[in-house]
């Protein structure tokens, strides 16, 4: 998986949790929470979906990780190659 | 101490065959139901009453996803009932503003929801949502109305099996009556028709309907009744002390004139009328009326075989030599929408005071001899002479049991 890949499934993620949301324009090295009505709990819901779609486990300690799309492709993105 | 009077300045409900009051009545007024059939998890196809109101009005898709449908349910009912009142929510002071609403349970949908999703997951708890405990906590219902509404008064649930919806009401008029709140938004609401445990449960106990045309089954009265048709709903009223309502000249549907609840003690199940009678006496007391001062009273009658009976002979012995009281049932139409019936069912019969016309039941083909009391409007509607007093009974579970008094206002 490229890290493109990787940023559009956390999109497609986004897309579902924060279904109001314009996506069409998310800068990826700008912090989600700046650009988009994003609460903790969405991120929560984040990590549950990549749990239970992906089988991929981000521990609390790492959640840091998820702060922007740039963040989310650089963490994510061996997790997901690790898979295969 | 003198108590004030509380009067009714708007309605928001939900039902079956309506989302606003005029097409209730309306579709009450014209044998119209709203009954179908629908799949449920475990148990497959089920009569229910489904409400197809628009939960976008009022609430994001974020918060449809997070939230419940319960908590959907009173934020249109909310927002319904502020919208009839004529009164902007955000110009009055909030802390000062309750809301209570009835519930006959809550939080089984999502818990069954959540055991379904970990299903998937060969049952490991890891996939367990987070937002299980704000979903499944009772106060959820208000407290997604006041999340909604910024309402920073109190705001929670009376569990009330299928009272609730009276109990809600008279909750807020207690708390007006003692100055805790100015303004009240009350009534009860119910998502049961999402989980498919209320339906096995009446199933186990014989007490599921059961009929080929969906708009038929729920048949209070009739000799054929097989039981109850399980329904969504809600219905919410807006409620103020006659002076706050008056000194912003609102729209007055009705006075709450009096109640009362009480407990059978003696089944988990099977109704009292010993206390039924005890109950709407009470009430009549309360409200200081006597029996034929009452012209509609609006019957619990859930269609099961042992429970109408009953409430019948309840009402036959409290209304015995009444020529001008109306008895009549809104189950036929809508089911039995639970936490939410209570306050739906009185909604159905408060155009009464203006129009004199009282809804009939429907689906009464055959009456059963049992049920055969005075004055019960079978099927077509009729006119009454007068229309001053409105007796709302609510019975539920557990031996709960309310009666409700609504009169025309006459300043």
Same mark, same amino acid.
């Given at each position: 998986?490229?890290?493109?890949?990787?940023?559009?499934?956390? *999109?497609?993620?986004?897309? /579902?949790?924060?279904?109001?949301?314009?996506?069409?324009?998310?800068?990826?090295? !700008?912090?989600?929470?700046?650009?988009?009505?994003?609460?903790?709990?969405?991120?929560?819901?984040?990590?549950? /979906?990549?749990?239970?779609?992906?089988? +991929?486990?981000?521990?609390? %300690?790492?959640?840091?990780? *998820?702060?922007?799309?740039?963040?989310?492709?650089?963490?994510?993105?061996?997790?997901?190659?690790?898979?295969? | 101490?003198?108590?004030?009077?509380?009067?009714?300045?708007?309605?928001?409900?939900?039902?079956?065959?309506?989302?606003?009051?005029?097409?209730?009545?309306?579709?009450?007024?014209?044998?119209?139901?709203?009954?179908?059939?629908?799949?449920?998890?475990?148990?497959?196809?089920?009569?229910?009453?489904?409400?197809?109101?628009?939960?976008?009005?009022?609430?994001?898709?974020?918060?449809?996803?997070?939230?419940? =449908?319960?908590?959907?349910?009173?934020?249109?009912?909310? =927002?319904?009932?502020?919208?009839?009142?004529?009164?902007?929510?955000?110009? +009055?002071? $909030?802390? $000062?503003?309750?809301?209570?609403?009835?519930?006959?349970?809550?939080?089984?949908?999502?818990?069954?929801?959540?055991?379904?999703?970990?299903?998937?997951?060969?049952?490991?708890?890891?996939?367990?949502?987070?937002?299980?405990?704000?979903?499944?906590?009772?106060?959820?219902?208000?407290?997604?109305? %006041?999340?909604?509404?910024?309402?920073?008064?109190?705001?929670?649930?009376?569990?009330?099996?299928?009272?609730?919806?009276?109990?809600?009401?008279?909750?807020? *008029?207690?708390?007006?009556?003692?100055?805790?709140?100015?303004?009240?938004?009350?009534?009860?609401?119910?998502?049961?028709?999402?989980?498919?445990?209320?339906?096995?449960?009446?199933?186990?106990?014989?007490?599921?309907?059961?009929?080929? &045309?969906?708009?038929?089954?729920? =048949?209070?009265?009739?000799?054929?009744?097989?039981?109850?048709?399980?329904?969504?709903?809600?219905?919410?009223?807006?409620?103020?002390?006659?002076?706050?309502?008056?000194?912003?000249?609102?729209?007055?549907?009705?006075?709450?004139?009096?109640?009362?609840?009480?407990?059978?003690?003696?089944?988990?199940?099977?109704?009292?009328?010993? =206390?039924?009678?005890?109950?709407?006496?009470?009430?009549?007391?309360?409200?200081?009326?006597?029996?034929? &001062?009452?012209?509609?009273?609006?019957?619990?009658?859930?269609?099961?075989?042992?429970?109408?009976?009953?409430?019948?002979?309840?009402?036959?012995?409290?209304?015995?030599?009444?020529?001008?009281?109306? !008895?009549?049932?809104?189950?036929?139409?809508?089911?039995?929408?639970?936490?939410?019936?209570?306050?739906?069912?009185?909604?159905?019969?408060?155009?009464?005071?203006?129009?004199?016309?009282?809804?009939?039941?429907?689906? !009464?083909?055959?009456?059963?001899?049992?049920?055969?009391?005075?004055?019960?409007?079978?099927?077509?509607?009729?006119?009454?002479?007068?229309?001053?007093?409105?007796?709302?009974?609510?019975?539920?579970?557990?031996? +709960?049991?309310?009666?409700? +008094?609504?009169?025309?206002?006459?300043?």
């Amino acid at each position: 998986m490229s890290k493109d890949e990787c940023k559009q499934v956390v *999109l497609d993620i986004i897309a /579902e949790i924060a279904p109001d949301e314009e996506l069409s324009d998310v800068k990826p090295e !700008v912090a989600l929470r700046e650009q988009l009505d994003l609460d903790s709990m969405d991120f929560l819901d984040i990590v549950m /979906e990549l749990r239970k779609k992906h089988g +991929i486990e981000v521990p609390e %300690s790492e959640y840091g990780q *998820l702060v922007s799309l740039d963040s989310c492709a650089e963490y994510l993105t061996p997790k997901f190659n690790a898979l295969v | 101490m003198e108590l004030s009077r509380i009067v009714i300045t708007g309605v928001g409900l939900t039902a079956p065959n309506g989302n606003s009051l005029s097409e209730f009545r309306s579709n009450l007024l014209n044998g119209i139901a709203g009954i179908s059939r629908t799949e449920i998890r475990y148990m497959g196809e089920v009569l229910a009453g489904i409400c197809d109101f628009d939960p976008l009005r009022y609430q994001k898709k974020k918060e449809l996803r997070v939230g419940t =449908r319960a908590g959907s349910i009173s934020i249109y009912c909310s =927002r319904e009932a502020l919208k009839d009142s004529g009164v902007d929510i955000e110009s +009055i002071n $909030r802390d $000062r503003v309750g809301i209570y609403v009835g519930i006959t349970e809550h939080g089984n949908v999502e818990t069954e929801n959540e055991i379904h999703n970990i299903s998937q997951f060969d049952y490991d708890t890891k996939f367990w949502t987070h937002h299980h405990n704000p979903r499944t906590v009772a106060n959820n219902p208000a407290g997604e109305a %006041s999340l909604n509404l910024k309402v920073t008064g109190p705001a929670y649930t009376i569990g009330a099996a299928c009272a609730a919806g009276n109990l809600g009401v008279v909750h807020a *008029l207690q708390m007006l009556q003692i100055g805790e709140v100015d303004f009240a938004i009350a009534g009860g609401v119910s998502e049961s028709i999402h989980t498919f445990g209320i339906f096995a449960g009446f199933k186990s106990q014989g007490a599921l309907a059961d009929h080929a &045309d969906p708009n038929k089954a729920s =048949r209070p009265f009739d000799a054929d009744r097989n039981g109850i048709v399980v329904s969504e709903g809600g219905a919410l009223y807006t409620l103020e002390r006659l002076e706050d309502a008056q000194a912003r000249d609102a729209k007055i549907y009705g006075e709450i004139a009096g109640y009362h609840v009480n407990s059978d003690a003696t089944d988990y199940v099977l109704p009292n009328p010993e =206390r039924q009678t005890q109950c709407m006496r009470a009430a009549l007391k309360k409200a200081n009326l006597a029996p034929n &001062d009452i012209h509609i009273v609006n019957t619990h009658a859930t269609a099961t075989p042992m429970g109408d009976i009953q409430e019948c002979q309840a009402i036959a012995e409290v209304f015995a030599d009444c020529p001008d009281t109306y !008895v009549n049932n809104t189950k036929g139409f809508i089911g039995h929408a639970m936490g939410a019936a209570g306050a739906l069912e009185l909604a159905g019969n408060l155009p009464a005071f203006e129009d004199r016309i009282v809804h009939p039941s429907i689906n !009464v083909d055959s009456l059963d001899p049992k049920c055969a009391i005075p004055n019960l409007v079978l099927n077509q509607s009729i006119e009454a002479k007068r229309v001053d007093a409105i007796l709302n009974n609510s019975f539920g579970m557990l031996g +709960i049991n309310s009666a409700l +008094i609504v009169k025309s206002f006459l300043d």
